[in-house]
């Protein structure tokens, strides 16, 4: 029950934030675009148009980065996580989780290399 809760709760929210972002874009963009640049003034639905474009061309990756097996970017860590204990391992990945929201990419043990 909890959880159908608070992913409303988020669903409604995002969709707030969104609104919120629109208006203040359509606002910002309406203010300084036709003094600045003499362009045109743009609607609510040109200014989420607009949000959209910019999330596809400037966006990134979002939140890929919590694929499940993802090493390869995190190889620079196996040295120092296989130099912690299980303790100080588990510490960290806490903190990671934390921060970041996930873990997964963090190896329990250290990979086996191709030439073992």
Same mark, same amino acid.
């Given at each position: 029950?909890?959880? +159908?809760?608070?992913? !409303? ?45 910019? &999330?596809?061309?400037? +966006?990134?990756? +979002?939140n890929w980065h919590c694929k499940q097996g993802d090493y390869q970017h995190y190889g620079h ?5 296989? !130099? ?9 990945? &806490? ?5 970041? +929201? ?15």
């Amino acid at each position: 029950m909890k959880r +159908g809760w608070m992913i !409303a709760k988020c669903v409604v929210f995002g969709a707030l934030a969104l609104v919120a972002l629109t208006a203040v874009t359509m606002f910002l963009w309406n203010w300084l675009v036709p003094t600045l640049f003499s362009g045109p003034k743009i609607d609510f639905w040109q200014a989420l148009g607009l949000l959209v474009l910019s &999330k596809i061309l400037f +966006g990134g990756k +979002g939140n890929w980065h919590c694929k499940q097996g993802d090493y390869q970017h995190y190889g620079h860590w196996r040295a120092k996580l296989s !130099a912690m204990s299980p303790e100080e391992r588990e510490l960290f990945k &806490k903190r990671l989780k934390d921060k970041w +929201g996930c873990y997964s990419q963090v190896p329990d043990e250290k990979q086996p290399s191709s030439n073992d």
